[in-house]
């Protein structure tokens, strides 16, 4: 099901990204947020009032700036705003209406979105008597916020997921397996689904995806339906979009967001560069089955060592998806193309993977017992019952005494011992803590 969107967006300097760090990280119910993956972030996945939503951080738009960094910036603010169903227009009271703001404005009526104006950085009461100039930009009641203080994010919270839609069903059978390809540009994306469909596949029909940067294919094969969802063809708007890190992030979540699989793309002849790390930390943080592909390997030139040299910096440079298998291909000569297919039923089939409860707690158990849980204080954690509580990815809950003694490297090592129980291979495993109540 995919989320609806929020985009915040606005002139330089009004406070855009402290408001983005509120939402997804003080005010609300973080649906999934790990720092230190992707620093660089654009989105951020949220829940507000019972609804989840995709938000957007944009740069600060300059309508008459012409270097080329203003001009990336400002073809991001209009690619969040074509995506978003909301739009949270951010100004500054201390400032008041600027050119840049009217200008901005201007962008907005055009987009013909919904649009809460939000005033940023009112401190004080004595602040709230410049809010109402803002009436004059014609997007209707202006909401007081101060992102430094924390005050009126959820009024302005409010406004915003009233204007939501519902989130859309995709109209996929169940047992259709979804299948992003997501990689930074030229790392051959096109090919491979060209090649994927090229042999002896059943293709049903070519449809539209629900985003604009979007291509749905459904294909069949061996009686299994597949939806490859590829971003490759949004590649058409100038050099700038392409140079852009976060306009392929842009483009990749929204099919992370709807897939089952993601195909984590990279360039083989090229080797590792940060943008990859960028995307495929979201297809973790997403929690979605991952393989990655190793493109174009009919031109890397090899010896014995290549490919186990290449497979270690993998393993190096994206240390929080272990469990994704690795394959290496062509997929302009179909080198190994045939592997591929197999892999992606696999690892669909562990996203999904459902543990009795009592095998859970037996492994738990036997782990305990092997590395007694830490301490702190005089207190020790007691872990006293575990349930798989999800699927797509599986998610295992820990009820225990005291859930701040779950510490990072102790639920990592629980993991670990869950994994080689059960393998959950290609899939992230969450692991949560819950106090046990006198009831359970």
Same mark, same amino acid.
């Given at each position: 099901m995919a989320r609806p969107v929020i985009a915040i967006v606005g002139r330089p300097n009004v406070g855009k990204s402290t408001? &983005?760090? +509120?939402?997804?990280?003080?005010?609300l119910a973080i649906v999934e947020d790990k720092p230190g993956i992707t620093r660089d972030r654009l989105y951020g996945t949220a829940e507000w009032a019972g609804k989840s939503f995709s938000i957007i951080d944009t740069g600060g738009i300059e309508i008459d700036g012409e270097d080329e960094i203003m001009k990336s910036v400002r073809m991001q603010a209009e690619l969040a705003i074509a995506e978003a169903d909301v739009i949270i227009f951010m100004v500054d009271a201390k400032i008041g209406i600027t050119h840049a703001d009217e200008e901005v404005a201007q962008m907005l009526y055009r987009s013909k979105k919904p649009i809460v104006l939000a005033v940023n950085k009112v401190d004080n009461e004595g602040r709230q008597d410049e809010v109402? $100039? &803002?009436y004059s930009l014609g997007f209707g009641e202006p909401i007081a916020i101060s992102g430094s203080h924390g005050i009126g994010i959820g009024d302005l919270l409010e406004a915003a997921t009233e204007l939501l839609p519902e989130p859309k069903d995709d109209e996929y059978d169940d047992d259709v397996i979804k299948v992003a390809l997501i990689g930074r540009p030229n790392v051959g994306k096109s090919s491979l689904v060209n090649a994927l469909l090229g042999e002896e596949r059943v293709i049903v029909s070519n449809i539209a995806g629900t985003t604009r940067d979007a291509i749905d294919t459904p294909f069949e094969v061996d009686g299994q339906k597949y939806v490859l969802i590829d971003t490759a063809g949004m590649r058409k708007r100038g050099k700038v979009y392409e140079n852009t890190e976060k306009y392929s992030v842009m483009r990749a979540m929204k099919a992370i967001e709807r897939a089952d699989v993601a195909l984590i793309v990279i360039n083989g002849e090229e080797g590792i560069i940060d943008q990859d790390k960028h995307i495929a930390g979201y297809a973790h943080e997403a929690g979605k089955a991952?393989?990655?592909?190793?493109? =174009?390997w009919d031109a890397v030139e090899k010896d014995e060592k290549t490919m186990q040299n290449f497979t270690a910096s993998i393993r190096d $440079?994206?240390?929080f998806m272990t469990y994704a298998p690795i394959e290496y291909l062509? %997929? =302009?000569t179909k080198? +190994?193309?045939? =592997?591929l297919i197999p892999v992606i039923n696999y690892v669909s089939e562990q996203h999904a993977l459902r543990i009795a409860t009592h095998l859970l707690n037996d492994v738990v158990s036997d782990a305990v017992s092997m590395n007694p849980t830490p301490t702190d204080k005089g207190k020790r954690l007691r872990i006293n019952y575990v349930t798989q509580v999800a699927t797509k990815p599986p998610t295992i809950v820990c009820f225990v005494n005291h859930p701040e003694l779950m510490h990072f490297s102790? %639920? +990592?090592?629980l993991e670990n011992k869950i994994r080689a129980a059960f393998n959950f291979e290609g899939t992230p495993v969450r692991i949560f803590s819950r106090k046990k109540s006198d009831q359970d």
């Open positions: 408001i &983005f760090n +509120r939402i997804i990280g003080d005010r109402y $100039e &803002f991952s393989i990655f592909v190793v493109n =174009k $440079e994206f240390l062509s %997929a =302009k080198l +190994r193309l045939h =592997k102790y %639920a +990592r090592y």
